[in-house]
């Protein structure tokens, strides 16, 4: 993207779409159905989860940045609702992603060599131990370079306590097997992104994980989705009460032209004869603006004929004039 389209998109983001007097490229309205809701509440998983091992690829409703600053001033006006369509779409998601969560777990227990029940216990205390560090890893350098030096030390110091309870845990989980099947990489799925952590893996691994894209971006919607969630039955009874709203105000007008049905003729008459009569009253105000403008004129010319052709009473007549017209006597006879 050109600095001139970064530039174009602010704009776009920041003033909406008639920020030039024109249309969105689209030429739709953010509440056309085609317009992707999700997006206009900042939460599509198409546009958090891009360029990942998960892109879902390019969204099949619009994205367009000025039809989200659109929506942003025109939800200040009316309630729109959109935070329901959004929730919806968001389970789904979410649905379909616990559900290969599921699936990559019962393809572990299938091609793993099984455990006891001992031994898995003290494989998942290092794995979440593992998983812990790694989490805190990624949170200690992101606030060290948000310039949260102090808060990045504590974390840090939190995390060499955590790296000593993981050595021992794995000191404990190695001693309750065979050495050879200790060597054998144990998976387990992340309960968040669905993404393969395994036993051995060491902690710049594990931060690089749960510091990236896809995990944070999954961390995002979920978050996302449990806020939407916390207020979705009040809100649907909320768009059922407006719908009903405006359904009652629909069959309102229905019942009033049916019983009134020549109201809407006779206002519609009532109108035009208005305009009617405010158009003759203009019109007679020209007429009679353009009459008193000419007469003025005829008049000054009809005296001017007199003096030209009686010379004897040029003066009297110009006493006259002057009384009555104010006009110069220097203008009269040009």
Known sequence: MTAHDQMRAMLDQLMGTGRNGETNKFNV???????????????????????TRMDLGECPKIHDLALRADYANASKERDYFYDIDATEHLQAFIADCD?????????????????????????????????????????????????FVEESMKLMAEIEESRKK???AEEIY??????????QQKLRVCEVCSAYLGIHDNDRRLADHFGGKLHLGFIKIREKLAELEKNLEGRKEARREYERSRYDKRN???????RYPDRDRIDRSDRHDRTRLDRRDREKYRRDRYRSRNLEDREVI????????NQETKGMCIDRILVKKDVKKDNLFN
């Open 174 to 183: 190695r001693n309750s097997m065979p050495a050879s099947s200790y060597q």
């Open 166 to 168: 993981k050595a021992e």
């Open 99 to 147: 559900r290969r969560t599921e699936l990559a777990k019962q393809r572990l227990l299938e091609t793993q060599e099984e455990l006891s029940a001992e031994v898995a216990e003290k494989a998942n205390n290092v794995h979440e131990l593992a998983e812990e560090i790694g989490a805190k890893l990624a949170r200690a350098e992101q606030l060290g370079a948000d310039g």
């Open 252 to 258: 309102q007008r229905s019942s009033d032209r049916d």
């Open 302 to 309: 009809v005296i001017r004929n007199v003096l030209d052709h």
């Open 29 to 51: 309205r953010f509440d056309e159905p085609r317009v992707c809701k999700s997006f206009l509440l900042g939460c599509c998983p198409h546009d958090i989860l891009s360029s």
